[in-house]
T-cell receptor, first 108, second 112 residues
Framework: DAKTTQPNSMESNEEEPVHLPCNHSTISGTDYIHWYRQLPSQGPEYVIHGLTSNVNNRMASLAIAEDRKSSTLILHRATLRDAAVYYCIRDNAGKSTFGDGTTLTVKP | DAEITQSPRHKITETGRQVTLACHQTWNHNNMFWYRQDLGHGLRLIHYSYGVQDTNKGEVSDGYSVSRSNTEDLPLTLESAASSQTSVYFC???????????FGSGTRLTVV
């Protein structure tokens, strides 16, 4: 199965770090791990992606397990604007499959 | 600024009609994709293209077709619309096979 596994929902307090987990135990060696987020009535927004090494950008950090069977998206300081559905996907040259994602709620 | 635009934003059509959804990007990306998203679920890949004259079937391609005559456009055609194709359709593009995707704002299609 090419889908990833994520918790249905998570909650966080504003200005605290958030760790969103993703399991992709059947990932192949050439699959990239992508993260996107989606607000209601909008298209998904790119967050971050990586292959083997941990990645950082202005939005988030991506920690990839050494065996690549799981990864964690880290939002260093959650804001109310980070409340969204977060999707972790395996991607191989565009052949990607989205699961149902994690709905992140951020409490003020 | 470069962008990816979809039209129309909303469409209602009747069962059996042919419908075409437009996707236009000015990123000059070679790779373009069509997804559908049913209420409360993630996206499923319909068709994708790696360049002009290249098209490939995705996970849920039955009843859909695409054509790629230039870099900027990948129109999605529903040959004979069915109620099961009521969904939100997203177009996306990427610069390379390992790059992140840029998504359009979506087209909400209702088949009655």
């Amino acid at each position: 199965d090419a889908k990833t596994t994520q918790p249905n929902s998570m909650e966080s307090n504003e200005e605290e770090p958030v760790h969103l987990p993703c399991n992709h135990s059947t990932i192949s060696g050439t699959d990239y791990i992508h993260w996107y987020r989606q607000l209601p009535s909008q298209g998904p927004e790119y967050v971050i992606h990586g292959l083997t090494s941990n990645v950082n950008n202005r939005m988030a950090s991506l920690a990839i397990a050494e065996d690549r069977k799981s990864s964690t998206l880290i939002l260093h300081r959650a804001t109310l604007r980070d409340a969204a559905v977060y999707y972790c996907i395996r991607d191989n040259a565009g052949k990607s499959t989205f699961g149902d994602g994690t709905t992140l709620t951020v409490k003020p | 600024d470069a962008e990816i635009t979809q039209s129309p934003r909303h469409k209602i059509t009747e069962t059996g009609r042919q419908v075409t959804l437009a996707c236009h990007q000015t990123w000059n990306h070679n790779n373009m994709f069509w997804y559908r998203q049913d209420l409360g679920h993630g996206l499923r890949l319909i068709h994708y293209s790696y360049g002009v004259q290249d098209t490939n079937k995705g996970e849920v391609s039955d009843g859909y077709s695409v054509s790629r005559s230039n870099t900027e456009d990948l129109p999605l055609t529903l040959e004979s619309a069915a109620s099961s194709q009521t969904s939100v359709y997203f177009c996306a593009s990427s610069e390379s096979e390992s790059g992140g995707y840029t998504f359009g704002s979506g087209t909400r299609l209702t088949v009655v």
